[in-house]
Structures are given as C-alpha cells and as structure tokens.
C-alpha cells in the first residue's frame, strides 16, 4: 500500500490561500488504511478548514467527498458533480490520485494536501513501515523476502556493512539491521546457501533513473474504438 501523511494543517491553508469553492477529496484505498486521507480525515480536515476559514474570515465554501481509488478515471469520473463550479480539490489521496484529478479536470486546480511517503505496511496497529522502493528488478528470492533496497539504510545487496551491530542498524537502536533479518529469514528458511552466492550488481535501468515508467498490458489495452464507445475520446 501507499503511505502518506497529512501535511500540517498551517501548510494546507497556505496551499490555499487564493481559492474559495475548495473541494476536499480523500480516497477510501490506501491512505485510508493508514489513517491520512479516508473518509474520517476528510471529514475532519473539512471541519477544520471551516473552523479557520470563519475565524480567518477566508470566506472558503469547502465541500467534501471520497472516491473509492482516487488513483483510476472510472472513480474519479464519478465526482464530476462535485467538482462543478470548484476552484481548486485539496487532494488528501496520494500524489496519483492528486495527478489523476488534475489530468481530468484541467480548468480546475488539484492541490496536495498529504505528503506521499512510501510503499509499505502496517506492521502494528498505528505504525507503517517501508516495505519496497519500486526497483523495477526485484530480489526477494534471494534475500529471504526482505527487501535490502529499502530496509537497508545503504542498499546493500552483499551482506551487512560494519556498522551491524548486535542486529542493530547502525542508523539507530531502533532499527533492525536489515542483513540480520535476511540472514534469520534464510535461516529459517533452510537456505542459508543463498548467502554463499554472490549477488551481481544491481540493474537499476528499470528503476527510476529513466524517468517515468510505463507498463503496458496488450490484453487489457483498449482500441480507438473501444475508446470512442467510452466516450474517453
Ligand atoms: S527488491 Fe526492489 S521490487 Fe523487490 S521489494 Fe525491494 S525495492 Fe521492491
Ligand atoms: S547496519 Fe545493516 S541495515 Fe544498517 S546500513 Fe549496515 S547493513 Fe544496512
């Protein structure tokens, strides 16, 4: 899942400062789960923004809504009433939702009200953790099922550094050392051989360093016609 967090509630107001009929648009996926853009933070964040805009003497009409995925055209495309007649969605989905809202509605200002964190996962209630960075080449199947591009403070692929102390990063007591968890995840595992081999470097071409990615799927790619039947084009 996406994590994200809210941006502080005096950032948002800057963010909108200039704009009047202000929707605010969460998404019941992702950012739900961790607790920074689902229906209640909508709700809260709304209330919020009208608190201040009335003490303020802002004058904001702030409206709110929350599509299913904020990510995909065929939810976005629901809340075209809601957007009517909007100067600016304060987008509290992650930053693809908020690209998604700009994309379809151009004339309208799709602002970021959530700082989109990483990819991750709840690992006690309330804390969510870093759990893959998107490489493009994943490696799990040699590392036990943990990734060393992320939980890795230096992406190491080799082994621990000599910072590894006592299972401990050396970034801090807190953190596990993320070559102790391979090594006990191997160990479990019956596959401590793994560690034997040496790991090549890594092929970050499909990581980010060519820009934006793009996957596509030819069974699911729509013709014109298919398009023209949807009204997309
Ligand atoms: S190796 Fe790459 S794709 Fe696999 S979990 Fe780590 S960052 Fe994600
Ligand atoms: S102590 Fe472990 S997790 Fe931290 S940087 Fe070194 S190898 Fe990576």
């Known amino acids: 899942m996406i994590i994200g967090e809210q941006k502080p509630l005096k950032e948002i107001c800057d963010i909108l400062e200039g704009h009047h009929r202000i929707l605010v648009a969460g998404c019941r996926s992702c950012v739900a789960i961790c ?13 919020s923004l009208r608190l201040h805009s009335d003490l303020a003497g802002k004058g904001w009409e702030i409206d709110e809504v929350t599509v299913e995925r904020q990510c995909e055209n065929e939810w976005v495309r629901e ?6 007649g909007k100067d600016a969605v304060l987008s509290i989905a992650c930053g693809v939702g908020a690209q998604t809202i700009q994309a379809m509605y151009p004339k309208v200002r799709s602002l970021p009200g959530l700082n989109t964190s990483n990819m991750g996962a709840p690992i006690e209630p309330g804390i969510f953790m870093e759990r893959c960075g998107g490489c493009g ?8 099922g943990i990734c060393p591009i ?12 000599g910072g ?3 299972g401990k990063c ?9 070559w102790e968890e391979i090594y006990q995840s191997l160990k479990e595992l019956g596959r401590l051989d793994l560690l034997e081999a040496n790991i090549p470097p890594k092929d970050w071409t499909p990581s980010r360093s060519g820009g934006p990615r793009k996957i596509v799927r030819p069974e699911a790619v729509m013709s014109e016609t298919e398009r023209q039947l949807r009204g997309e084009r």
């Open 137 to 144: 080449d994943c490696v799990l199947h040699l590392t036990g």
């Open 164 to 166: 590894s102390q006592n």
């Open 79 to 84: 809340i075209a009433p809601k957007i009517e």
């Open 35 to 47: 607790l920074a853009g689902g229906e209640k933070e909508v709700g809260i964040l709304s209330e």
């Open 170 to 178: 050396e970034i801090g007591k807190e953190t596990p050392c993320a």
């Open 150 to 161: 992320v939980r890795c403070a230096k992406s190491l692929l080799n082994g621990p550094c």
